[in-house]
């Protein structure tokens, strides 16, 4: 299976000698006589101009060039373009040979081609094997079309044969799992199955040489057992489908050494009681329509000679793969108690299933991506091939992973990005504080300003400064959800912190003017100065965007009862005998109820019924009732003592009056509709106004009441109290 390098200068010679005979034959029908004479002179005079005839591990360049070039004729496609690529390649890669040249001589395909492969090969050379999903994106997104992707699982696998005894071995195995991991995927998504096998083996070989040895020995061991036993179960099968009268051959095959090994560890079992360790295929060469009909019929002619087991059929003929694959698998118990697995298909299904013209990715249960539909039409095109398939396949470009693009940090970390991803994505990419502190970046060693669109194969290393922080303008020139949610994060963070500082700040300027500041009247204050929410008010306070001063101000002058009036002593006060805006005569003001006598009921304190109270002679005569413990009781007592008068209810309730309340509770639009339902059904109670507050998962609801007294108000705080969810009731 490996071919290792020639030992000898002779051996060299004669080797290199022979592959270009075989590739002037493989082009003679294109170029003719004349134009492999001109490509050999040409590549003789370029020969001194390469940098290097050995690789930077020490492999012959001349000789794995010729062998991928022959690797790639004999197992895809004897294509003129690509075989020219492959050869001229390294020419052009060093700089003996010119873009201009290649273009004017053998054609504008052939350099895009050589400058797709080459710029494919440069990033290849950053190992980038443990992220292979995202490394074969990076592929798939440089490479202008899907003939250079073959190219690159060909190319690994001639390295793959060339490496066996490598001196370096680490190197070894960072090669073998980089085709295991991803040349593999890729050969198996394109339908490449030999490559593929091949690809595997090599890599178990290079990673687990005594597994692969071991294997390798028992399957040499049995070989002519096995070959023997093939035979035997073939040979009345033949008979059988002849009689029938079908036309078909038969194949039989031992599974290769990593599929059993990964049988082995799946199944925990030893060789002998792998199922499938057997495989025959009968190939059956029928017309399209009668597909089905004939492969059932040798499926039951085989089925009738031999037990088979109903929970190891597969027919995916009646209801092909999603991804093509076309074909009845049956197993069998053979001559001798072992099971054996049969395939049946037709020469088309045969030739899709296994000369690379079909794309099925999720055939062993590999969880599959976006690629998986561009794959199956590359199938449905190959299948229509008649001049060709890499012709065919020529402008298709391998767009799979358009709308991403895939980028280095200067590790070699390879990430995954939105297509338009800006250089403060990719920061945030990497982590929070990296994009919160981010200031621009170096790409592919060019300084870059953070709104830089990434490119693919770009190398991207990321400048912060301790100084730097989101700013509200990036969330309108970032591309990515995360980026975004974190710039949100930090913002909202930084609001808080600011609206912390401007309650602390609000209450230390308060004290020193013996304010007592009142929630719900600041409530009003807030929503009169235009803020739908109070964090952002005493954010802009904390940041200085408005003055604490004049907010006191003008809370003071919300908060005192009425304008200031000349200092006169209560008695010159007369009392207006206007009609009275409150007519009840629920209160006693004074020493006996005077009736006629104008009052209202503070707005600061809200009182009601049962409370108790205290008069305040106003400006006009008018008496304004406070609660005894109102906020600004303290304040009208020491600056107005000689304005207040006292007052108490009467033995009955009077009319409806207005009470604030505020709850605090979890943010659940369930208890709002709880309160408001409790509300309802209390007698002589009506809600007049609710409005509902609420950040990180707590809402602060503030209520506007209609009720009779006290009593009755301090019961239906114990009931709010009591809805889940509810964390606190208080009146304002």
């Known amino acids: ?38 490509l050999a002179a040409r590549v003789r005079e370029a020969l001194p101009g390469l940098r290097s005839h050995l690789t930077s591990h020490g492999l012959d360049r001349a000789i794995y060039v010729l062998r991928t070039a022959r690797l790639f004729a004999e197992s895809i496609d004897p294509d003129r373009n690509i075989l020219l690529a492959l050869i001229l390649e390294p020419f052009v890669a060093d700089g003996a040979m010119s873009e201009e040249e290649v273009s004017e001589r053998w054609g504008e395909d052939v350099t895009r081609l050589i400058c797709s492969f080459d710029k494919v090969i440069r990033y290849g050379r950053l190992n980038s094997a443990v992220n292979a999903d995202n490394y074969r994106g990076l592929l798939l997104s440089l490479a202008e079309d899907i003939r250079v992707i073959i190219m690159m699982i060909v190319r690994n696998l001639v390295v793959m044969r060339m490496i066996n005894r490598h001196p370096d071995q680490a190197w070894v195995v960072s090669v073998a799992f980089e085709a295991s991991c991803l040349y593999a995927q890729l050969a198996h998504r394109l339908g490449l199955y030999s490559i593929k096998g091949e690809l595997e083996d090599l890599a178990l070989k290079y990673t687990n040489r005594d597994i692969y040895t071991q294997i390798s020995h028992k399957l040499n061991e049995t070989k002519r057992a096995r070959e023997a036993y093939i035979a035997a179960f073939i040979a009345p099968v033949r008979d059988k489908l002849q009689k029938a009268g079908l036309k078909f051959e038969i194949k039989g095959r031992t599974k290769s050494i990593s599929s059993i090994w990964a049988k082995i560890k799946k199944q925990k079992v030893d060789m002998q009681h792998i199922y499938d360790l057997f495989a025959i295929r009968v190939i059956i060469d029928t017309p399209r329509e009668r ?16 037990t088979a087991n109903p929970a190891r ?91 991403e693009v895939f980028a280095f940090t200067p590790k070699g970390d390879l990430f995954r990005l939105p297509a338009g ?37 770009d190398t991207v290393e990321i400048l912060t400064s301790a100084t730097q922080t989101p700013k509200q303008d990036w969330l309108n020139i970032v591309v990515t959800s995360k980026a975004r949610n974190k710039i949100r994060q930090t913002l909202n963070e930084e609001k808080l912190k600011a ?52 907010i006191l101000t003008a809370y003071a002058e919300m908060a005192s009862p009425d304008e200031e009036v000349e200092r006169v002593s209560a008695g010159e006060f007369k009392l207006t005998d206007q009609q009275p805006e409150r007519s009840s005569e629920v209160l006693v003001i004074g020493e006996k109820s005077i009736k006629g006598l104008n009052y209202k009921f503070a ?49 009955e309730a009077g009319e409806l009056l207005p009470v604030s309340l505020r709850v605090v509770g979890t943010d659940d639009i369930g ?12 007698p002589r109670m009506t809600l007049r106004n609710i409005s509902v507050d609420s950040h990180d998962g707590i809402f602060q609801g503030y209520l506007v009441i209609n009720v009779g007294e006290a009593r009755q108000l301090n019961n239906l705080i114990r009931k709010i109290k009591t809805i889940k969810g509810v964390k606190d009731v208080s009146r304002l």
């Open 671 to 682: 208890i709002v509709t709880n309160i408001t339902s409790l509300i309802s059904k209390e």
């Open 603 to 651: 707005k600061c304190c809200q009182p009601v019924y049962g409370d108790d109270v205290f008069g305040f002679i106003s400006s006009d005569g008018t008496v304004k009732i406070h609660k005894t413990d109102c906020p600004n009781a303290r304040n009208i007592r020491e600056r107005y003592p000689y304005r207040l008068i006292a007052t108490s209810w009467s033995g």
């Open 291 to 306: 597909e089905k009909s004939d492969c059932w019929l040798a499926y039951s002619i085989v089925a009738d000679m031999y």
């Open 421 to 457: 991803s800006i250089v403060l994505d990719f920061a945030f990419h990497i982590h929070s504080n990296v994009g919160a502190h981010c200031v621009g970046a170096v790409v592919n060693g060019r300084h870059e300003k953070i709104t830089y669109k990434v490119k693919n194969g």
């Open 499 to 550: 609206a912390d500082l401007g309650k602390e700040l609000l209450e230390r300027r308060a004290r020193n003017r013996k304010l007592d500041i009142d929630e719900s009247l600041m409530m009003r204050l807030i929503k009169k100065r235009g803020y739908k929410y109070a964090n952002d008010f005493f954010a802009d306070l904390g940041e200085g965007k408005e003055d604490v001063n004049k």
């Open 1 to 38: 299976m490996d071919s290792p390098q020639p030992s000898t200068p002779e051996e060299r010679r004669r080797e290199v000698l022979g592959e270009l005979r075989f590739l002037r034959n493989a082009l003679g029908r294109t170029l003719g006589d004349d134009g492999c004479r001109m």
């Open 313 to 403: 059929m597969k027919d995916w003929i009646s209801i092909p793969k999603s991804n093509g694959y076309e074909s009845l698998h049956a197993t069998v118990m053979g001559p001798g108690s072992k099971w054996v697995e049969v395939q049946f298909r037709t020469k088309r299904m045969d030739l899709v299933a296994e000369k690379g013209l079909a794309a099925h990715w999720r055939y062993k249960g590999v969880k599959g991506d976006e690629t998986d539909q561009w794959m199956n039409n590359i199938r449905d095109i190959l299948e229509t091939a008649e001049a060709g398939p890499m012709e065919l396949m020529k402008n298709m470009r391998t767009d799979a992973y358009g709308q």
